[in-house]
């Protein structure tokens, strides 16, 4: 899965890239090397194995070349690519940062059942209880938190909970969550091919149910629309900080569509499209939902969401 990078690089970074017991790699600008081991929530140096500048700057342009089929230099300094294995690789070139600045974040493909995230406490039983039947309801879901936390996760777990029989279609940034439905079509966005345009064009292909990879921009708006229209049964993600702050910024995604509609407006429609938040976070070594709200409208006269918090957080031993 590494083939691209690892003939660019010293034997020693080459094992810490292959070695199974790191989630992440990070390389400074200043050549100093970070890992992050798998089950652990802190970053560790390793010192002695940093690639030289001629050796990152090799195996950001292969990764360029073969996966955005282009340079990647002073002009084109950012690099965001994912390998065949589903691995992300992030990097960075002078002159927006003094060396290269490379980020790996490998892809470890461990999928769970509902079932099995209450037995490692990744959620209560009465979070389950109410996920399982707002599924069953074709209620809307919108799971937020930070990046790692186990976002993709849980959307993971709860796709597996649909009927086999309903038609699903899964529209990711980059492709990311496995296809094993039956009746599955995955839309992943491109160069000139938004989120958007792929939620405008999924209604033409007759969907049961519209999985969201992650919300970001003005995809909200339209998103909402869908939902709204008799598109139920949704489950998306979103980065937040609660689940209350989810809320409030699809409100603000959803401005970015330029509709001119009053935010209250738009605060009103997510008040009838979304039934329940799942907040996540990490802590520790553990990725929990340490929150569960339930939706039930928006109150214009007081600019407030109508919520019930579900108790019942798993503990975090």
Same mark, same amino acid.
């Given at each position: 899965?590494?083939?691209?990078?690892?003939?660019? $690089? %010293?034997?020693?970074?080459?094992? +810490?890239?292959?070695? /199974?017991?790191?989630? &992440?790699?990070? *390389?400074?600008?200043?050549?100093?090397?970070?890992?992050?081991?798998?089950?652990?929530?802190?970053?560790?140096?390793?010192?002695?194995?940093?690639?030289?500048?001629?050796?990152?700057?090799?195996?950001?342009?292969?990764?360029?070349?073969?996966?955005?089929?282009?340079?990647?230099?002073?002009?084109?300094?950012?690099?965001?690519?994912? $390998? %065949?294995?589903?691995?992300?690789? +992030?990097?960075?070139? /002078?002159?927006?940062? &003094?060396?290269? *600045?490379?980020?790996?974040?490998?892809?470890?493909?461990?999928?769970?059942?509902?079932?099995?995230?209450?037995?490692?406490?990744?959620?209560?039983?009465?979070?389950?209880?109410?996920?399982?039947?707002?599924?069953?309801?074709?209620?809307?879901?919108?799971?937020?938190?930070?990046?790692?936390?186990?976002?993709?996760?849980?959307?993971?777990?709860?796709?597996?909970?649909?009927?086999?029989?309903?038609?699903?279609?899964?529209? &990711?940034?980059?492709?990311?969550?496995?296809?094993?439905?039956?009746?599955?079509?995955?839309?992943?966005?491109?160069?000139?091919?938004?989120?958007?345009?792929?939620?405008?064009?999924?209604?033409?292909?007759?969907?049961?149910?519209?999985?969201?990879?992650?919300?970001?921009?003005?995809?909200?708006?339209?998103?909402?629309?869908?939902?709204?229209?008799?598109?139920?049964?949704?489950?998306?993600?979103?980065?937040?900080?609660?689940?209350?702050?989810?809320?409030?910024?699809?409100?603000?995604?959803?401005?970015?569509?330029?509709?001119?509609?009053?935010?209250?407006?738009?605060?009103?429609?997510?008040?009838?499209?979304?039934?329940?938040?799942?907040?996540?976070?990490?802590?520790?070594?553990?990725?929990?939902?340490?929150?569960?709200?339930?939706?039930?409208?928006?109150?214009?006269?007081?600019?407030?969401?109508?919520?019930?918090?579900?108790?019942?957080?798993?503990?975090?031993?």
């Amino acid at each position: 899965m590494f083939e691209l990078i690892l003939p660019h $690089l %010293p034997p020693r970074f080459q094992e +810490a890239i292959l070695s /199974p017991d790191y989630s &992440e790699i990070c *390389v400074n600008e200043n050549g100093r090397v970070f890992v992050e081991a798998v089950g652990s929530n802190a970053m560790l140096e390793l010192a002695g194995i940093a690639p030289t500048q001629a050796q990152l700057h090799h195996a950001v342009n292969a990764m360029a070349r073969t996966l955005a089929h282009r340079e990647a230099d002073e002009t084109n300094p950012i690099l965001n690519a994912r $390998l %065949p294995d589903g691995s992300r690789v +992030a990097a960075m070139l /002078p002159p927006v940062t &003094e060396g290269v *600045v490379v980020t790996i974040r490998k892809f470890r493909p461990n999928w769970f059942t509902l079932e099995e995230l209450v037995a490692n406490g990744t959620l209560s039983f009465v979070f389950y209880d109410h996920l399982m039947r707002a599924v069953e309801r074709r209620e809307n879901i919108l799971i937020s938190g930070p990046t790692g936390s186990g976002k993709t996760t849980l959307v993971k777990a709860l796709l597996d909970s649909i009927p086999e029989e309903e038609r699903v279609i899964l529209i &990711e940034d980059t492709a990311e969550l496995p296809l094993q439905r039956p009746n599955c079509v995955r839309f992943t966005a491109r160069e000139g091919v938004s989120i958007r345009d792929l939620l405008k064009a999924s209604l033409r292909h007759r969907p049961d149910r519209i999985v969201v990879g992650e919300v970001r921009d003005g995809a909200a708006y339209d998103l909402l629309q869908a939902l709204n229209t008799g598109h139920a049964g949704s489950i998306s993600t979103l980065h937040a900080s609660s689940a209350a702050h989810a809320l409030n910024r699809l409100a603000r995604l959803a401005l970015q569509a330029d509709t001119g509609l009053p935010f209250a407006s738009i605060q009103s429609e997510i008040g009838d499209a979304i039934q329940y938040v799942a907040h996540m976070e990490r802590r520790g070594s553990r990725r929990q939902i340490i929150e569960l709200i339930r939706i039930t409208g928006f109150r214009a006269d007081s600019g407030s969401w109508q919520l019930i918090p579900i108790s019942g957080a798993p503990i975090c031993k």
